[in-house]
């Protein structure tokens, strides 16, 4: 495992992340569902780099290099320019949520970035559920509302979605 983590993610620290790992584990329930205790160690330890990485929000070359190699699957379909694009947007989207509200940017990072569930949120800043789930909703809108169309047209989850239709449509002969 230790190597493994220096290789991959030379960035880290790796005794940190193998005991958060351990501690992860030793406070499951039961193990009767581990139906591969070695891929689940490192899939547990995979996920604790993850949390890090996404804590610190500025990845590094070193953390972002070591999570291609995790996967085995180097993602080499994006060009050189397609990165400089992405990460320019990735800077416009950082400045739309930086415009925020205070309330709504922290409780609009905590859930989208950080991944938190609203419930915790909620209790975290003591409010209602309710008030997390609308912030979230009205940040999100409020930061698409700033997007040009082509802007929107270039997310993540639209490209992909444009790709599943065409690849759809091409393999049907048209729209079904």
Known sequence: MRVWL??????????????????????????????????????????VVLEQIRRERVVSIDAASGLAELDNAPDLSHSPEEIVAERHMLARIERLIDALPD????????????????RDIAMRLHIPETVVENDVAR?????????????????????????????????????R
């Open 6 to 47: 220096r290789a991959a993610f030379p960035a880290v620290d790796v005794d940190d992340v193998v005991q958060e790992t351990y501690c992860r584990i030793s406070r499951l329930d039961g193990f009767a569902h581990i139906d591969d205790p070695r891929r689940y160690f490192f899939r547990a330890a995979r996920n």
């Open 103 to 118: 309330r709504a940017r922290q409780i609009f990072r905590l859930r989208k970035i950080d991944g938190m569930a609203q």
């Open 139 to 175: 940040g999100l809108k409020r930061i698409l509302d700033q997007l040009s169309e082509e802007e929107k047209a270039e997310l993540p989850i639209r490209r992909r979605e444009r790709r599943n239709a065409r690849a759809t449509r091409h393999e049907t002969g048209g729209w």
